[in-house]
């Protein structure tokens, strides 16, 4: 019941805090060469040289700290815009990025079937094995990887929507056929990936995307959760790397942009506003972790309607806009709501940067 309540008052927000500057439909800047950074050596710009509305930082900045925020980062172009450390920590902080680290699984995953290890039509039981879960062997071969990263595998959610042990896992909706936001599913991926390769999945990460674009941080299992924890400049990172399409600099860390481009839109049309662990905005209609209703309308409708999303429990946020050739960064505690993903925050935090941005 309180999940019910909350989500009732996040989606009556979405219309009593749109932004009174109406279209948020972002108009494409020139094009300019992305900056990298080659080390822990960042190079800034300022937001007077951006132009922005620099009277409204101060008010920007309050907005952060009173809201729990514990990092927050800006990359205008690559180049860091706006960095700021309260509520007990620093640059140095490793925080944790909750469900927006699906988005890591997300790339790995692409990674993973451009090498050849598997594909995203086969059955996940062929890298799961044979009673991962308490389906029948016929539905379970019914269940496909795909299923897993677009939250559609028909697995009953009524329960621990956490637990992954096989009798947590029991048949409810045939795949495909309906959309859930349901934990366990994502979490295999995992091991689907770790059985695909035949390496330790942290291992791997490392090995193919974490090393190679500069960014620290591990995996930590915490019960039935795999969330991953870094400094806040790692997630820019990461944000830095899709905003590039998946090439850091000349290196293409992912060489697939046909599964890119799929990771970064509509990839079932039940929700429309998610992609492969990916949420999207701009879109007709969006459902909500902890719901099964449909409702109408953009999931940030103060955002520019372009904007790609990493969003954890917490209000754990990464956001990506190419017209805007931005990359956003808030990680720390709640701001004031128990969501698993999205929340009334994203439209508020939005309101105030677009105050300051635009």
């Known amino acids: 019941m309180k999940y019910r309540i909350l989500i009732f008052i996040w989606i009556l927000s979405l219309f009593t805090c749109c932004s009174s500057e109406g279209d948020t439909t972002a108009t494409p800047e020139p094009e300019q060469e992305l900056y990298f950074p080659d080390s822990e050596n960042w190079e800034s710009t300022s937001p007077e040289d951006l ?18 925020t514990k990092a927050f980062i800006i ?17 140095n902080s490793n925080l944790p990025w909750n469900s927006a680290g699906k988005t890591l ?29 308490s389906l029948t062997a016929e539905q379970e071969a019914h ?53 695909a390769v035949n390496k330790d999945f942290r291992s791997y990460f490392n090995e193919k995307l974490r090393d190679r674009i500069g960014m620290n941080g591990a995996w930590i299992t915490l019960g039935y959760n795999h969330l991953y924890f870094s400094n ?15 090439n850091w600099k000349n290196a293409e860390i992912m060489t697939d942009k046909s599964y890119f481009s799929e990771m970064l839109h509509t990839s079932q049309p039940l929700n429309p506003s998610y992609g492969y662990l990916w949420w999207l905005n701009g879109k007709s209609s969006f459902r909500l972790p902890q719901s099964s209703s449909s409702f109408q309308g953009s999931i940030i409708p103060n955002a520019p309607d372009d904007l790609v999303a990493g969003l954890g429990a917490n209000d754990q946020k990464l956001y990506i806009s190419k017209s805007l050739k931005l990359v956003v960064v808030r990680m720390g505690a709640s701001a004031g709501e128990t969501q698993l993903g999205l929340s009334s925050y994203d439209n508020q935090l939005w309101e105030k940067l677009r105050k300051m941005i635009n």
């Open 232 to 246: 806040a400049r790692s997630m820019a990172r990461f944000g830095l790397l899709c905003l590039n399409e998946g």
């Open 143 to 195: 269940i496909s990887i795909w299923n897993h990263i677009t939250m559609t595998t028909g697995l009953d959610y009524e329960g621990d929507t956490f637990c992954y042990d096989s009798e947590c896992l029991t048949y409810l909706n045939e795949p495909g056929t309906f959309w859930y936001y349901h934990n366990a599913p994502y979490t295999l991926t995992q091991d689907i990936i770790e059985n």
């Open 75 to 91: 990359l205008k172009n690559g180049k860091i815009a706006l960095e700021w450390y309260g509520n007990g920590e620093d640059s």
């Open 51 to 68: 132009g922005w509305n620099t009277e409204n930082i101060n008010d920007f900045i309050n907005f952060l700290d009173n809201s729990g």
């Open 105 to 133: 699984s997300a790339f790995l995953m692409g990674i993973v079937q451009e090498e050849g290890y598997l594909s995203l039509e086969e059955s996940s039981r062929k890298y799961l094995g044979a009673g991962w879960s």
